[in-house]
């Protein structure tokens, strides 16, 4: 509690507790989507804006936000476009975007120091603004994030039985891409644009080591990253190590930690269900095949009762028996 009494401190850990909400909650459904890595293309990308924010004198943080959701925009636009040279152009657009922040801080006059506290975070010398900033956005965040939870898990589950079900899927990918950027900027005095990823990928991962519905996954890994970020700006007080690279360290942990738990669980699960479900006779496979004598109850054949029928197996394919004839399933 002695740390509370400096200001630094809790401004510190409100940032940490805004970050370790928000990251998860976008980041569910990147994981979902199988883009656990499109938070850290994001992060090279907003690294320019961050070098535009220093250079116009203008706030990182919000040149960083536009940058980014430009960015993800762009992203997504290749993403979808399902050419065969998208994952080059988004390497180019990554690697950029790095290169240009870098080029762009140096033209501003300002030190590596001063970028690296962006790229590696910073969160002891965030300011009044920033903590603002950060609430505001991650406040966005995990409000759509979760108040959209069955539209945006549908679409980045099954794209197309959200189709069908009259969602517009290019428009909720859309919405993912920004959400991430948001996110990223929102973790980068935090954690780091550099780290920010592992924020958004290890809580999910370590919590779907040990749940199964969707919902309990997304709670459980906001509650994840808000513990992680808050221990690690904890232990750096007292350590005296980099608060960014000690959050990620814990939630590194907690993934150790849960992953023979969930071994387990899976092995629990599996013995309790050896094997497939049964097929029922319900379910046929049409298959033509001429025979030279009908199928009956002296044929000789596997007979199994099928409603007001009976199914005699032979080579593999049923056929139903029905009075004096049989049809071929």
């Known amino acids: ?31 979902q989507r199988r883009l656990a890595l499109m938070g850290d293309g994001v ?70 120091a001063k970028l690296n506290s962006y790229l590696f975070g910073s969160i002891t010398t965030v300011s009044t603004t920033d903590v603002v900033v950060t609430m505001g956005l991650a406040a966005v965040v995990v409000v759509v994030g979760v108040g959209l939870a069955p539209q945006l898990f549908t679409v980045a589950q099954d794209e197309d039985f959200a189709r069908v079900a009259g969602l517009d899927v290019r428009r909720y990918h859309l919405l993912i891409s920004v959400l991430a950027a948001v996110t990223v900027t929102v973790a980068m005095r935090t954690v780091g644009l550099l780290l920010v990823s592992a924020l958004m990928v290890v809580p999910v991962a370590t919590s779907q080591q040990v749940t199964r519905a969707f919902r309990t996954t997304l709670f459980a890994a906001m509650t994840l990253g808000m513990l992680a970020s808050v221990s690690g700006v904890v232990v750096s007080a007292y350590v005296d190590v980099a608060p960014g690279a000690t959050i990620v360290l814990i939630a590194l942990a907690g993934f150790a930690a849960a992953y023979p738990v969930g071994v387990l669980l899976r092995r629990r699960q ?58 071929e399933h």
């Open 270 to 327: 599996r013995m309790a269900r050896p094997f497939a479900e049964p097929v029922t006779a319900d379910e046929h496979t049409v298959v033509p095949e001429e025979h030279g004598h009908e199928h009956s109850h002296t044929c000789g054949h596997l007979a199994v009762p099928h409603g007001d029928h009976v199914d005699y197996v032979h080579d593999g394919h049923r056929h139903a028996v029905h009075g004096g004839h049989y049809d």
């Open 43 to 112: 992060g090279h990308i907003a690294v320019t804006g961050v070098a535009l924010g220093l250079l116009t004198g203008a706030s990182p943080t919000l040149t960083a936000v536009v940058v980014a959701v430009i960015g993800a925009v762009v992203i997504e636009a290749i993403r979808a476009s399902g050419r065969t040279s998208g994952d080059v152009a988004l390497a180019l657009l990554f690697y950029g975007g790095i290169a240009g922040g870098v080029l762009i801080t140096g033209l501003a006059g300002q030190s590596a």
């Open 1 to 31: 509690m002695s740390l509370l009494s400096y200001d630094f401190v809790v401004r510190a850990l409100v940032a940490a507790l805004c970050t370790g909400l928000a990251a998860p909650a976008v980041g569910t459904y990147l994981v």
